[in-house]
């Protein structure tokens, strides 16, 4: 298993242009989630999914896009880039496990620089 | 408002050594509280996962506590490695499931 799997790694967009973050978990996890992390401060929920066709806003969803068409693929989009939104992005997966605890994987980043 | 505080900051020991790393929280109402392990460039992988009934949990050298009531967690590192250098996070998740707030996290660095 490849487990969560993140494209780009690393990515430097100019202000206003639009992008998509890739996004794959080959675990058959209902949900998934892109988080974004910033200096100083702890992983922020930006939107989530709970299955395919379902999807949810999370703490910080303004200028993000997401959709979920198949269980595997979470793609995040961002719509017109701010440098407001330079920072490291993470998506992970999980599953219901034992007591209804959600085990969460996490891929290993994309770091995106907005000039 | 629901928080997760974690100290120090960060923290420098020799290799062998010891430490404890601290998280306070006040979510409510509460579900799981985790320890992730960070590596730089790395996604955070978790160590520990305690519900509101657990008060310590074991990972190899890693140990978690947890004291629902003054909603305090610790998490303990014996003989430590340099491979155990990286950042370690408290997550504490909401009841309702999935609803989960970061702590800031704490950076560890192992010296030989």
């Known amino acids: 298993n490849a487990g969560v799997t993140q494209t780009p790694k690393f990515q430097v967009l100019k202000t206003g242009q639009s992008m998509t973050l890739q996004c794959a978990q080959d675990?058959?996890?209902?949900?998934m989630s892109w988080y974004r992390q910033d200096p100083g401060m702890g992983l922020r929920l930006i939107h989530y999914?709970?299955?395919?066709?379902?999807?949810d806003q999370g703490e910080v969803p303004n200028g993000y896009n997401v959709s979920r068409s198949t269980t595997e693929d979470f793609p995040l989009r961002l719509l017109s880039a701010a440098p407001s939104q330079t920072s490291v992005y993470f998506c992970?997966?999980?599953?219901?496990?034992?007591?209804?605890?959600?085990?969460?994987?996490f891929g290993p980043g994309t770091r995106l620089t907005v000039t | 408002k629901n928080q997760v505080e974690q100290s120090p900051q960060s923290l420098i020991i020799l290799e062998g050594k010891n430490c404890t790393l601290q998280?306070?929280?006040?979510?409510?109402?509460?579900?799981?509280l985790r320890w992730y392990k960070q590596d730089t460039g790395r996604g955070p992988v978790s160590l520990t996962i305690?519900?509101?009934?657990?008060n310590t949990k074991s990972n190899g050298r890693y140990t978690a506590t947890l004291d629902a009531d003054t909603k305090q967690s610790s998490l303990h590192i014996t003989a430590s490695q340099l491979s155990d250098s990286a950042s370690y996070i408290c997550?504490?998740?909401?009841?309702?499931?999935?609803?989960?707030?970061f702590g800031a996290g704490t950076r560890l660095f192992v010296k030989a």
């Open positions: 992970a997966s999980s599953y219901s496990g034992v007591a209804g605890l959600y085990e969460q994987y």
């Open positions: 305690m519900t509101f009934s657990e």
């Open positions: 997550v504490v998740t909401r009841n309702g499931g999935f609803k989960t707030i």
């Open positions: 999914s709970v299955g395919a066709g379902i999807t």
């Open positions: 998280c306070n929280y006040t979510v409510s109402p509460f579900s799981n």
């Open positions: 675990m058959n996890h209902e949900y």
